[in-house]
């Protein structure tokens, strides 16, 4: 079973406007993390957002913020008042297990491709 | 800042040809990674070092083999290449601290003919 699942291949959205990039988990673990990694045409990796499952708020940070939905095992990303710089591909990951063992590989999902239109 | 470096970042190799990636991070972490990148299927997990001293098997370690040379330096090497491992290569590195997130090399792209 995929453990991180990203269902929207590609998205566009009209620049200055807000979207969601959606993002489900599968895990057994009652200690995990979930992260966004934003990945532009250049190639490099850049860490965007981080949620503790423990976290009692939702995670912000400047124009991205994490809804995160426990029970339904969801980790959106929202980006407010998109910009077209935004325009590249978006990973959700996760970490199980606790910080203080030696599991502390991320999982992906397969990403989603994000256009922000003019 | 030069954070986690990767080299090369091109290479072009044969069937059966050998090499090895090279990683090096100055943020002192203690756990590196090597993970591959393929066309719709986000970043799959080859090798990760926990600590120095101690390597482990991801999801697709085979084909693969890695040293941890010491705390700095993690370097992922193709015995034998097969076109299947055409792909780009990220080495990334973490610590055990706040959200533990993991910082990335700039990615290297390796094409087996």
């Known amino acids: 079973a995929q453990k991180i699942t990203q269902t929207q291949p590609g998205m566009f959205v009209q620049e200055k406007e807000a979207v969601t990039l959606d993002c489900t988990y599968d895990t057994s673990d009652p200690s995990y993390g979930l992260f966004w990694y934003k990945q532009p045409s250049s190639g490099e990796m850049i860490f965007l957002i981080y949620?503790?499952?423990?976290?009692?708020q939702n995670a912000t940070e400047g124009r991205y913020s994490l809804n995160f939905q426990k029970a339904r095992k969801s980790a959106n990303l929202v980006i407010s008042a998109s910009q077209l710089g935004d325009s590249a591909m978006y990973f959700c990951a996760m970490r199980e297990a606790p910080m203080d063992t030696g599991r502390r590989a991320l999982t992906f999902g397969s990403g989603t491709r994000l256009q922000v239109q003019p | 800042n030069a954070g986690v470096t990767q080299t090369p970042k091109f290479q072009v190799l044969k069937t059966g040809q050998s090499m090895t990636l090279q990683c090096a991070q100055d943020m002192n972490h203690n756990s590196m990674y090597w993970y591959r990148q393929d066309p719709g299927m986000g970043l799959r997990l080859i090798y990760y070092?926990?600590?120095?001293?101690?390597?482990d098997k991801g999801e697709v370690p085979n084909g693969y083999n890695v040293s941890r040379l010491n705390k700095r330096e993690f370097s992922l090497r193709l015995e034998s290449a097969a076109p299947s491992q055409t792909s780009v290569y990220f080495c990334?590195?973490?610590?055990?601290?706040?959200?533990?997130?993991?910082?990335f090399g700039e990615g290297s792209r390796l094409t087996v003919l």
């Open positions: 949620q503790g499952s423990y976290d009692q």
């Open positions: 990334a590195s973490s610590e055990m601290i706040a959200t533990g997130e993991l910082f």
């Open positions: 070092s926990a600590s120095e001293g101690t390597t």
